[in-house]
């Protein structure tokens, strides 16, 4: 893709940008370079997983939905999973935050809280950053971790089966009920203000011989349409395999949606999806899929029950 | 110190938040943990060091003043240049990155250029990173590399001398110019919008027996008085040691300021500042002071020529 002079960031999205600034060659150094949850580089002698992700007020949270505390909760589980992502663990983070300054110091005190607890969660702490003065406050974690055997997005293979671990469609009911000016239920909300990603299923999954592995954030469909693109498969998602608790049903019926379009298409609970070969599944994980082969470039990547998914589909920045 | 309700993040300023949400504790595995250049830690087996450094539009530069690309060699020289100063080579680097949807594309390919092309010197790659919405362009890099052994902030030792080592006042006098409308003289407008840290000079220092160094980004008044702080010692700098360019020279008279000025308070060259014991300063250093005995808090850390510095020295963020 070439660079118009006229094209915007907003044209392109998020990752028309990546595409176009990934570097062509990486060095042999660079065991795993963009476009996987984390970067797997040798450092010196030692491999070491290494993400980063932005939160920018307004866009990844408000100030008046979500506490500092849980902002800071947040913005270091979306960054450990990214690393569990890859079946490791996070080792220590770094934090830039950047803020107006007339916030209460209060604030970026409890958001420090928030992200050291969930740090702590996993063994991990945090070990710098920057400060600095901006018109909107903007936290960037970066995590340094480490893993036994790398699981990235491209190993899956066509008659293995896709399965879940950790909540999911539970932020986007929390999200629907904060857009619509409500508190409850309270359990998606809270759901929606502090996910819980399963840390330890990332490692668990790659001694378990999962062949791809996937960070769900963005949406189930978006998140393993990364994956069956990369490893160039399909992906069958059988929707009776997802149990629809009782919260997501309610708040669907209240939000006149279907609550599989929580499931399918919510962000922000970061569960892991991974692909194993069907005797390899390990305790815990939900097997929701199947994997198939690609016939054209042309094929739905993702499909739900055999065809097409109606409803929308995760979402991207700048979109 | 309390946090208040009532009081802001410009109310304590950088290092106060920085104080307030540092934690009081860190495991064994941080060698090296906030309050450095780079923090040291053990992922896996292997020590690596790691930095984040964040730039704010109209703050750490002006899109009117400095090319998209420029920006990115200097938003990964302040990065690299805080591994350099703890005698390490950075290996990867990772790039968080906010902007307006109406900016250009061209904007974020040309930072991600510099970004790359400044990494480049160093043997660096631009692994991973997150792009994502803001009002402000924001660019938050996070280097990791290794070291194979840190010098701190704290091991300096009265009687020993300061050298220094990068041009050091080229990009105050560059910001004096641009700050009135110039452009000219070239050659300090491009000092400020390209610096150029010695990095090799690093892993130098420590081979030689550096006993304490420091990235001189703020100012060396304020950045010396970090590592005198640090180890508890004061520092007194010689004015006659300061070799002044003409170019300094130029533009310090055009704006009727003491070249000094740009040469003690300026921020935003990278040079590396170091402490040695006095035969051990290795080749390209010039020394610039000596470290003397701290008698009580009271004392004023940095002197030149046995005074206080009357100047403004160095900045802070939020004030």
Do not use: K
């Amino acid at each position: 893709m070439g660079v118009d002079a006229e094209t915007t960031v907003a044209d392109v999205g998020e990752f028309g940008l990546i595409a176009e600034v990934v570097p062509a060659e990486l060095s042999e150094r660079v065991l795993i370079g963009p476009g996987d949850d984390s970067a797997l580089v040798r450092v010196g002698d030692a491999p070491v997983l290494v993400a980063t992700d932005v939160l920018v007020e307004n866009r990844h949270f408000r100030r008046d939905w979500v506490e500092a505390y849980d902002v800071g909760r947040r913005a270091a589980a979306a960054n450990l999973a990214d690393i569990a992502a890859m079946g490791g663990t996070t080792t220590a983070l770094t934090v830039g935050f950047a803020a107006p300054g007339d916030l209460p110091e209060r604030w970026a005190v409890d958001l420090a809280r928030g992200i050291a607890d969930e740090a702590a969660l996993v063994g991990a702490e945090v070990v710098g950053g920057d400060v600095t003065a901006a018109e909107q406050v903007v936290v960037s974690v970066t995590v340094v971790g480490t893993c036994e055997r790398a699981v990235r997005r491209d190993g899956a293979r066509p008659g293995e089966v896709v399965a879940l671990r950790g909540r999911i469609g539970w932020a986007a009911a929390g999200l629907a009920v904060l857009g619509r000016g409500f508190r409850s239920p309270r359990v998606v909300v809270d759901a929606y203000r502090r996910p819980e990603p399963p840390y330890d299923a990332g490692p668990q999954a790659a001694r378990a011989g999962a062949t791809a592995m996937i960070d769900v954030s963005d949406g189930l469909l978006a998140d393993l349409g990364h994956v069956a693109g990369a490893s160039g498969v399909t992906i069958d998602l059988d929707s009776a395999a997802f149990e629809i608790a009782d919260p997501l049903r309610d708040v669907a019926a209240a939000t006149n949606t279907d609550p599989l379009q929580f499931v399918l298409a919510g962000g922000d609970d970061h569960p892991l999806a991974a692909t194993f070969a069907a005797d390899d599944v390990p305790d815990g994980w939900t097997v929701v899929g199947r994997v198939g082969e690609r016939r054209s470039a042309e094929t739905v990547s993702v499909t739900v029950d055999g065809a097409p998914w109606e409803g929308s589909g995760g979402h991207q920045h700048y979109r």
